[in-house]
Structure formats: C-alpha cells, structure tokens
C-alpha cells in the first residue's frame, strides 16, 4: 500500500454521488470499481465526509458479499456454483484454477496480485453451462482443461505487461 | 372533543398520543416482554417478545405498531406465550449460560425473561464458542458471546451519543457488533461513557470490575486507605441495598465504607466546591478579556465529553476550562495533605456514578511520578458489590458523617451530579445578588429539569451572560455545529456538557434505571442541596484554608489541567 493516500478520485465519486448517508452503497460500488477492493483509508474520510460513523460504513462493506476489503487480484475469475454451473461440473474447474495458482477458499487472491479466484451464485447465463467470467468478460461452456489454457494465456499476457482486459 | 379507545386483553384503554401500543399496554400496567425497545431510542423492531394478537389472530410487533381507536388486542395467549418462549430458546442456543459468573448475575433481562417464561430447557445444542472478550477498554468489558443482536448498544452509541464506536459488521449467522474493522474498543472513537453498558439487557457489556483491587488495598494494614464519594451516588443505592427508595443515603454510604476499612471518608462535592471557584474565576476572567460572540467557555469536568472533544473536536480544547474535574482537584489536594503529614503508602479511590472516571484516572495528566492521584475508580455498581459481599447489612447502619479535615461542603458542589448543576453552582459564585430570595431564583431560570439541551440568559460582570447546558453528546454535537453557525440565537459565553443524558444521576456506573428513577435522583440532589445550610462555594469555611494552606502558591499545579496537547496522553 503506498505511503500516502491519494483522495483526489474518492472525492470525485462523493462528489457525483452526493455526500450523504443514503449514498454509501453507490460510493463504496464507485471505489471498489477503480480499485477493485476497498481500501481502509478511505473509512476515515468517507466517514467526515459523509457525516456518519467508520463503523457505520463499515457495516455496510461487510454485510453485502460483493464488497472486498482485501485487495484483489488483476484478473478476477468468478467460477459460477449456481445450480446449472454445478451440475455441469463447475467444481473440477474451480479446483483446478485453485490448485495451479496454489489458493483455496480462504485464500481467494495469488501474493503477487495477479489473480482472484471466487465463486459466484449464478451469472444468470444458465445455457451457457459452466461458465466463468474475467473481469466480467464471460467463457461459455468451460471444462478444467479449457479453464487451464485460459489461465496460461493471461499469465503470459501479465508477464508481458499485457493489457487489463482479457 | 371525542376520545379514542382501544381494548387490550378485553379492557378499554385511552389513546392519549403513545407513538406505539407498546407504551399504550404499559400505561395499562401490563409488563409486555422487549429486549430491543428504548422510549429514548429509534424502533428496532428486533426482537419480537413484544407481539400481541389481533382480533384476526395476527401477530404484530407492540413496539412498531401505532394505536388505532378500535383496535382490539391480546398480549397473552397460548400462541404468544409458545412463540416468546421459543424467542428465548433459540436466544439461549448460542448464548454463553455461564449465569452464574458474569457480571450482570442478577440485573439481566434475558436472565429475568427466561425465568419469567418458565425456560426449563434449551433443546438446541449451544452454539456460543471460544472467547471473544474484549477487555482493551478501561471502562467497559464486551463479551459477543452474551450479545443478542438487540442493536441497543449500536443505537445508543450513534443516536444519543454520537460516538459511533460500534455498529453492527457482517451479516446472517456471522453478525456481530463491532468497531470498524474489527478493532478493539481502545483503538476506536469510544469515549468510555457506558452508556451501552447501561442499555444492554444481557452481560455482553458490562463496566470494568475493580473490586478486586480495592480490597487487596483495604487489606494491606501498611497502606492507608482514602475515598471520596460523588454527588450522584448517594441517591442510586438506596433500592439496592434494601431501602424502600432512592433517598439520599449518604451517611449510610459512610458508615458502611468505614465498616469495609476505609480509613478516611469525604465528600466529592467538596471538590467540586474547588472546582466551582477556578471555573468561575477562569470564566470572569474570560468574560473581562475575551470579545463577545468568540467561543464560549466548555467545561472540562466530564470525561467522557473530554474524550470527546479531544477524538472529534481538538480545535475546541483550548475552549475547555483548565479547571480540573471535581474528582482530581480534590484527589490532588488529599493525596498532597496526606503525604504532608505521614509518609505511608497511601491509596486514594473515588466512588463514582461514571465508567469514563476510570479513564480519567488513568489519565497521564493526572499521574505524580508515575502514580495516579485516584488509584481506583468504583462505580456505584462495584460500590453495591462491595457492601454486598461484605455481609454489612446497608439499611441497618446508622449514618455517620464525612472525615476532617476535608469535612465541609455546600450544596453547590452537591447539585454538579444532574444536568444544569455546574451551571447553577458557578451562577451561585459568580451573580451579584447573594440573597436567598436571589439564590432561589436561579433556579427558577431554566437551568433545573432533564432536558437535553436548556439555556438561560443572567447578568454577571456588567453584561448579558448566555449560557448552555446540554446533556448526551448528541446535543453537545448539534449544539457545536449551530455555534458554528455564528447565528445570534447560538452566541453563548459558557456551555456545560455532560456526556450522559440527564447528567451523572444517569451515568453508566449507577445501577441501570429507567427515566423515571433517574429523575427522581436528580430531585434526591436538589433536596440534599436544601439541607445544606451552606449553599454557595465560596461561603465554604474549608475553602479559606486550603487556599492558605496545601493549595499556597500551588494552584495551578494541583488544580488546573491543559487538555490541549500535541500528545494526548499514553
């Protein structure tokens, strides 16, 4: 995390959103959206600037899953687990993208922040059974070999200084 | 004009302007079960022991359900009583049972409910697990796994206090309170006034135990021990300790202090008589040199408000009277009288309404080589505890009366325990009328009563003086913002601020009460503060010799504090 924090664009987003309690989720969507997590240094300063408590905000990061408190990977690869997905063997998938990049359910995110591997409920894309997405661009019809050369093509690609969107 | 009824349990009631029918079936002398229902907080709704049936046979929560004329209700049927009973179960599933070793054995809703209910089992394993205590706070200790989800606490400390400290995090199974992140209360904006302590109907919050400390003290034959009592006190542990009422008991306080081996005994009050003369002069002072319509004086004897101004307002604190609390000027002056005179060890312990007190023992400011001036703070709570465990029979004593040589106090040091009282203690000293007729309307001037905020207009050193009292540090957050303001209706000279709602009658250390006993405390303080024949501070004859005493040159030193510091204490 670098030393000092830049608030610039933070502010940008209350300021498109209002500053006012009612816009927490909206703000907190706008943050996680440029820094793909959300950061602790913005608590304090969404908190005087929206006039409600740290802990208050807080709360609302941590009820909804979709919010991240920890930072998150480059590529974000969300393996769908809804009900279609997994009969369709969504599981070997999810292993096999876990065990080449050595993480697992509690550690969702490789050190080097390359890649986050997580499970979604259903991407509501059902006929394209299983289906991933990375960084929200969607692979029908994935099996754990398909899923590998996936993952292969995007190390390259970050190795190489590659583009963010797959 | 018409007048609308309801029925409840097939009995005509009123509807005389209750906001819900909870407090319609209360004033109908029925005690309707809740965990989560405060008059003076938002509706939560959480907790459901308040259903009744309706006429249709439909459940409605009391609490968030408003009167309708023509309603008929039922609050005890076989369909309630299984679904409260069942409330309670499950309540008691993942709750840690160890009743008989937590601190509010005996003083727990959820305790009193399940007696109540006939609970004679839980049929559900228990899911409460490991320790998840957090004792960081010098004031109060959390224990999650006696929390209920209630979401009392959460709303005291964001609603009245303004603190928001804690709030509830995660969600489902996983929901807990906390503060951001998970962090421990220390490392929050807890400003230690307990209040949540005071609200939580189970153990899951409890004021930090020093009993323990304190006898070891009172054992030691080579230590000497001294103790003040604060004004608050005496009129909060009459009912607990077998009196019919919360009459003032502080000559019952003494003596069983003394039967518990305390070896001196006094009055805070007569601190807060010091505390009275160094406000009033720094508040005269100001009054001469500073221009109208500048910031007003704060005063600085509440420690949580302290603690507040200094997390949330640090541009303030050189607004904050250098005065010293009541409680250390008079520590101060005691502990240096005692050193004077012998050289034993000597350990000085403040009873006191308040949890916050234990921080401001603490505090660096406050420490001589290290040692703070009040080694232990007690709370009425512990007090309670102590005399308890001792075996004294409380309301068997005969009163007995302070020590010399601090023995003298008036009336004005006793009314600082309620809201309004500072204020009308430093009036006493500083309006020129000494008159009784003069004395008695002061009080009549809007600065008695429990209101949050009140304000009142004298004249003092040849000019209008407005002052402010509030109380609950919501309405000092809300007051600050319309001083800022700079509107002419917010111009005040001098502001007083308690943390707790009502004043140090309400503070967290005092068993928990409702409004109403709360109140009749504060009226406990102003008849104290009729039978005091001495009714202003600076008519104290003890005053003339600890100024030509102990206090000789030593004023500042001893009595006065700065609070605004780059380095605010370790």
């Known amino acids: ?166 | 004009m018409n007048r609308a009824y309801m029925t409840i349990d097939n009995i005509p009631v009123e509807i005389a302007g209750e906001k819900n029918i909870l407090e319609l079936i209360r004033k109908a002398g029925i005690e309707l079960p809740t965990f989560c229902y405060h008059s003076e907080l938002s509706i939560y709704g959480a907790c459901r022991m308040c259903m009744v049936e309706t006429g249709r046979g439909a459940l409605e929560a009391a609490c968030s359900t408003p009167p309708k004329a023509g309603m008929h209700i039922k609050t005890n049927t076989e369909k309630l009583r299984k679904y409260r009973k069942m409330i309670l179960e499950l309540l008691l599933a993942n709750h840690c049972r160890d009743c008989t070793t937590c601190g509010n054995n005996g003083s727990c809703r959820l305790q009193d409910l399940a007696k109540r209910f006939n609970i004679q089992g839980v049929r559900f394993p228990n899911t409460a697990e490991g320790n998840d205590i957090d004792d960081s706070s010098l004031c109060i200790t959390r224990d999650q796994n006696k929390c209920i989800l209630c979401g009392d606490c959460v709303r005291m400390c964001n609603e009245i206090q303004d603190v928001g400290a804690i709030d509830f995090a995660h969600r489902g199974a996983n929901m807990k309170v906390s503060a951001v992140f998970g962090k421990s209360l220390a490392d929050s904006p807890c400003v230690g006034c307990g209040q949540c302590a005071a609200v939580c109907p189970t153990g899951a919050i409890v004021v930090k135990d020093d009993t323990g400390k304190v006898w070891k003290a009172l054992d030691d034959r080579a230590v000497k021990v001294t103790c003040q009592i604060a004004p608050a006190v005496r009129v909060a542990v009459g009912r607990d300790l077998g009196l019919h009422r919360n009459e003032n008991a502080i000559g019952l306080i003494i003596a069983a202090l003394r039967r518990l081996g305390f070896d001196e005994i006094y009055d805070t009050a007569t601190g807060a008589d010091l505390t009275v003369l160094e406000e009033s002069a720094e508040f005269l002072k100001r009054l001469e040199t500073a221009r109208a319509g500048g910031t007003p004086l704060f005063t600085s004897c509440c420690p949580a408000w302290v603690q507040f101004a200094e997390k949330k307002y640090p541009e303030l604190l050189p607004s904050l009277s250098t005065a010293r609390s009541p409680m250390q000027m008079f520590a101060s002056v005691i502990k240096e009288e005692t050193s004077r005179i012998s050289s034993r060890a000597h350990v000085h312990v403040a009873i006191m309404p308040c949890t916050a007190k234990k921080f401001e023992a603490a505090r660096a400011e406050f420490r001589q080589d290290g040692t703070p001036m009040v080694d232990y703070v007690l709370t009425t709570q512990e007090l309670i505890r102590m005399i308890r465990e001792s075996g004294v029979l409380f309301s068997e004593l005969t009163p007995e009366a302070v020590d010399m040589p601090f023995g003298a106090s008036t009336g004005a040091g006793v009314i600082f325990g309620v809201t309004g009282g500072v204020t009308e203690a430093v009036l006493r000293r500083i309006s020129n009328e000494k008159s009784a007729g003069a004395l008695m309307a002061l009080s009549f001037q809007g600065v008695r009563g429990m209101e949050g905020v009140k304000t009142t207009a004298i004249t003092a050193a040849g000019r209008e003086v407005r002052i402010a009292m509030v109380s609950g540090l919501k309405n000092a957050a809300d007051l600050i913002e319309n001083i800022r303001s700079g509107r002419e209706e917010y111009r005040f000279d001098f502001v007083e601020v308690m943390a707790c709602p009502g004043g140090c009658v309400s503070g967290a250390g005092q068993p928990p009460a409702g409004s109403a006993v709360k109140e009749d405390r504060g009226r406990g303080l102003y008849a104290a503060d009729k039978m005091c024949s001495i009714k202003r501070s600076e008519e104290n004859p003890l005053m003339m010799n600890l100024y030509n005493g102990v206090l000789k040159g030593r004023v500042h030193e001893l009595l006065h504090v700065n609070y605004n510091k780059e380095k605010i204490h370790a």
């Open chain 1, 1 to 166: 995390m670098s030393a000092r924090f830049e608030y610039e664009c933070v502010d940008k987003i209350v300021d498109e959103l209002g500053a006012k309690p009612s816009s927490i989720i909206a703000i907190l969507q706008g943050v996680q959206e440029e820094y793909r997590y959300l950061p602790p240094e913005i608590f304090p300063h969404l908190a005087r600037r929206l006039n409600v408590s740290e802990a208050r905000i807080y709360s609302v990061a941590t009820f909804y899953e979709n919010f991240s408190l920890d930072p998150k990977g480059e590529y974000i690869i969300k393996i769908c687990d809804g009900t279609a997905c997994h009969v369709r063997k969504s599981i070997p998938i999810l292993n096999r993208l876990r065990e080449i990049l050595g993480l697992s359910e509690d550690k969702v995110t490789t050190g080097d922040l390359g890649f986050t591997v997580e499970t979604v409920s259903c991407l509501g894309a059902c006929g394209l059974a299983p289906v991933l997405t990375v960084n929200d661009k969607v692979f029908p019809a994935m099996t754990p070999e398909k899923a590998e050369k996936l993952l292969a093509e995007l190390q390259s690609k970050r190795n190489t200084g590659g583009a963010q969107n797959a």
